[in-house]
């Protein structure tokens, strides 16, 4: 397409953006009755279309009917997510290769189970051979998260058996995108910052001997280097974003996809499409892109300056625009949400060490004085929590890792969430994802073309 092509195209498309929104509206009262937006019942849960072993999400209790809020917790397979954490850090150990055992295989790993596990992933680390140079150099991407789902998808085409559904097929194919997903994380930011910002290109090789967080800080990184305690925090960081239940926005695509019948590959592909949206894995890059905009325009040690620019903020005065306070809130989440907590647990000392300390008290003081006044505006007395996206921004910029990489690094941990859940969607589902929508378009004959008499619309 010429240049000119493309001049004509933008002006034909640009004047159709009036008629086009008026074709598309549809009048709040249709929404009425049966219609759950967001598949979202009135009172906000989610409306049950199935049900999971892989992961349980609890920030609620119902009783006689009506929704009783309690400090979240999150469960793989039955273990709660902080068990696991905490026993992790006691014995200065790395853990999300075992969560990710737990996820496919349901059970905790023996050493035996462990080391195999680990030897397949190892050999994933590796892509295939001029895998980086074919599919993440050529066509480079500005952004990370569409070129790991052209690289997904390409991975089909090395291997020898992509479309076996079989059990043991989908464990093979799982271990190794949970294997590959940083390698292609870490070379795909390389090659960006290469291209587009005229820097150095440096692809590092995965070590085999390391853990997941380790080799991600060295492959990302010019000079190869990270400290123990960094890794252990990414470490952390890695479990706690591998599996959320099989309702969030990811997750259900991976599993409405996979209820069809089609690959591997294209079932996580969409995963990884839905996670790059603002609302759901995007939503960390917001946090801190907001945050930005608060440390600019406040005094931090002035909760009324602090409050003044929230204020803003949701009057749509400043910031995105948007309204919202990023960060503040959850679907399922009432009183706390627990991976917030363990981040704030884990993360202070870090941000101390690294001089992050202001900035990490600054998105406290935001989390303390907009909860309320969300609240107020609301007029909702139900109770509020940070959720995950309000700390993990901080953490990927504490430990040095750009903006552009903190959704796919979110990616390269739910892979093992998406993996366990799309293997459940096909051993037990059973039936392809088919939700309705009702028509509301009246219904008119067709007309030939030399009885239309007006147009609709023109190019200018």
Known sequence: MTKNDTGILERYTGSLGQHIQQEYSIEKEYYRGDIKRGLRNSDGTGVPIGVTKVGSVMGYMIEDGIRVPVPGQLYYR??????????????????????????????????????????????AKMLPKNFTEDMIMKSPSKDIMNKLARSVLSLYSYDDNPDDTSVENLLLQSIRLIGAFPSI??????????????????????????????????????????????????D???????EHGGGNNSTFVCRALSSSGTDTYSAIAGAVGSLKGPLHGGANAKVMEMFHYVKENVDPKDDGSIKDYLNKL???????RSGKLYGLGHAVYTISDPRAVLIKKYAQHVAEMKG??????????????????????????TPMCANVDMYSGMVYAMLGIPQDVFTPIFASARIAGWCANRIEEVLTGNRIMRPAYRAVVKKVHYEPIENRSTDNFYMR
């Open 356 to 381: 992050y300390g202001d900035d990490f008290q600054l998105l406290q003081k935001i989390e303390e004085l907009g909860i309320p006044m969300i609240q107020e505006r609301r007029k909702d007395g």
């Open 185 to 234: 994380v870490a070379n795909a930011y390389m090659v960006k910052r290469h291209y587009f910002e005229g820097r150095s290109l440096h692809i590092h090789y995965p070590k085999e001997n390391l853990s997941t967080a380790e080799n991600f800080l060295r492959m990302v990184r010019n000079h190869k280097n990270y400290t123990e305690e960094e890794a252990h925090l990414l």
């Open 78 to 123: 039955g273990i709660e997510l902080n068990e696991i954490v905490e026993a992790h850090r006691k014995a200065n150990t790395f853990g999300f290769e075992e969560v990710a055992f737990l996820l496919l295989m349901g059970h905790l790993p023996s050493r035996t189970e462990m080391a195999r596990f680990t030897d397949i992933m190892n050999q």
């Open 236 to 242: 952390i960081m890695l479990m706690i974003h591998a």
């Open 314 to 320: 949701l009057n749509k005065e400043a910031g995105d």
